[in-house]
């Protein structure tokens, strides 16, 4: 999963270090020495992985995107200065835009904040941040929990003896607990020597990104496998209850549907399948796989049920409908990055058999050969129950969708009078999306906007038309009309009244 490196820069960086051969450095340049240490595991076992880079202090600086190519990272470390004091807050507001820009709120990511202990000082220490976080405004919320899943790992560059590290090692866990998800606190043994840095590192590596390893079995056909990222256990929560869930080493094919039948669901995560290779090379690392269009694999590779399955997917455009737990399903699939190479992906489904609406149970699904052909449906199967609204809810995924909304009714506000009723039509449909979602100042500002409309109305434009339009804008800034149940009705003027 995608991580990122949030390497503390302020001064306190900058105090020495004795080592045990003679020779002095700094906890900077100890920090910088363990992340190359990471980063250099994460090349030999994890290659797959995105990582970025952020420098921090009372700013934040993003020095690296999320990249693959770990020598860029490397590179950039060299080149960090030192600056002011600390300030964690801003800095976790800069990874939360750097995520959500890059991968938006439904990939888990791991954070790796790298520090010497201290918290910061006055105001804007971690200890009164912490403090005061429910006594925060809805418009200026603490960064954690994040909008994402996140896995938040600490290391820091001191003695476990040090007075900072005493004090600062509950806020620590603090934030963890904030964070939602099981994190991690590192500390070195001693910081007499590089090694125990480096190799704290690469202990931090090995531990959060260990693989998953199962088997992909269908009839009597089965290959290990290797899962990356690896899948997270996911916890659903009812009204009086919840549970966590964990994927088996077994992951079985129920059956196969359609590509076009499946469309896309909400999913939990989504995996790249990899074979599990027992073929070594004479150097003996690992012989990689390469899953390509004709879906072979290496010279001295096993055969492999895995590349099997690829390759019919593939070709007859199918998807496998694998069971994960109990009552917890996935579909595996080929997906192309390119026009030359594609690799199997293995997308999570919520838990449950009902999770995509369309197909019904998944308990239930069965071949067309054992109904009748004229009881054989198509998918998507329309649901029994009728419903109850007469047109589609409004959703507002990208920002294009909701400007497209506004914009289809100043379209109809610059045909008033003759478009009185589809204006006030989709202006009451947007009202109650708004005030649905909690979204009042989209009211105030497309009432702003009503009233800069009146403003730029041409010599031309039909008097109804601001008045209209003003009519609009006060009804939308009064707090009182902010019912679901109230609709705003169309001002009676000389013009329109009969």
């Given amino acids: 999963m995608p ?59 993003e020095r690296c995107p999320f990249t693959r190519d770990y020598g860029i990272i490397k590179a950039e470390l060299k080149n960090i200065d030192d600056y002011d004091k600390t300030c964690l807050e801003t800095a976790l507001h800069g990874v939360s835009q ?212 690829h390759g019919a997917l593939k070709v007859e455009n199918m998807t496998a409908l694998v069971s994960l737990g109990e009552n917890w399903f996935g579909f595996v699939y080929s997906w192309a990055d390119s026009k030359k190479k594609s690799n199997l992906m293995l997308t999570v489904l919520t838990p449950g058999s009902d999770v995509v609406p369309w197909l019904g149970d998944l308990n239930e699904l069965g071949t067309g050969e054992l109904f009748p052909h004229d009881q054989v449906g198509s998918f998507p199967i329309r649901p029994n129950e009728k419903r109850s609204y007469s047109q589609n809810g409004v959703v507002w995924i990208r920002q294009a969708g909701l400007q497209s909304d506004i914009q289809k009714i100043l379209r109809h506000a610059r045909k008033l009078p003759e478009k009185t009723q589809q204006f006030y039509k989709e202006l009451n449909r947007l009202r109650k999306a708004a005030i649905s979602l909690g979204f009042l100042d989209l009211l105030n500002g497309l009432a702003y906007i009503f009233e800069q409309e009146c403003m730029q109305l041409p010599g031309s434009a039909h008097p109804d038309c601001a008045l209209q339009l003003q009519h609009a804008a006060d009804v939308l800034r009064k707090t009182q009309n902010r019912d679901m149940k109230f609709v705003i009705l169309p001002l009676q003027t000389n013009y329109n009244s009969t």
């Fill in 98 to 309: 750097m995520v959500l820009g890059e991968w938006g709120n439904n990939i888990a990511c791991q954070i790796v904040l790298v520090t010497d202990g201290s918290t910061g000082i006055g105001s804007m220490s971690l200890k009164d941040l912490l403090a005061g976080v429910n006594q925060r405004s809805s418009s200026m919320p603490f960064p954690i929990p994040f909008a994402f899943p996140t896995k938040l790992h600490v290391v820091c560059i001191a003695a476990a003896n040090e007075p900072s590290v005493i004090k600062s090692k509950p806020l620590y866990q603090r934030l963890i607990d904030l964070s939602g998800y099981d994190g991690s606190i590192s500390i070195p043994e001693n910081l007499q020597t590089e090694s125990n840095v480096t190799g704290l590192f690469q202990k931090l590596a090995e531990d959060m990104y260990t693989s998953f390893k199962g088997i992909l079995k269908c009839g009597n056909l089965e290959s290990k496998i290797i899962l990356s990222p690896a899948p997270l256990a996911y916890t659903k929560i009812t009204d009086f209850s919840s549970r966590t869930y964990d994927i088996s080493d077994l992951i079985e094919v129920c059956g196969f549907i359609s590509v076009a039948d499946v469309g896309s669901p909400m999913a939990v995560s989504r995996h790249l399948i990899l074979p599990a290779n027992p073929v070594q090379k004479q150097d003996g690392a690992a012989a990689e796989i390469d899953l390509t269009d004709d879906g072979v694999t290496e010279e001295g590779s096993l055969p492999s049920f895995c590349v099997l399955l």
């Fill in 3 to 61: 991580t990122v490196i949030l390497l503390d820069v302020s001064l306190s960086m900058t105090r020495p270090v004795q080592l045990a051969d003679g020779t002095e450095t700094t906890r900077k340049n100890l920090a910088i020495a363990g992340i190359s240490a990471f980063l250099d595991n994460l090349s030999v076992h994890s290659k797959l992985e995105f990582i970025a880079l952020m420098a921090f202090s009372s700013l934040y600086e």
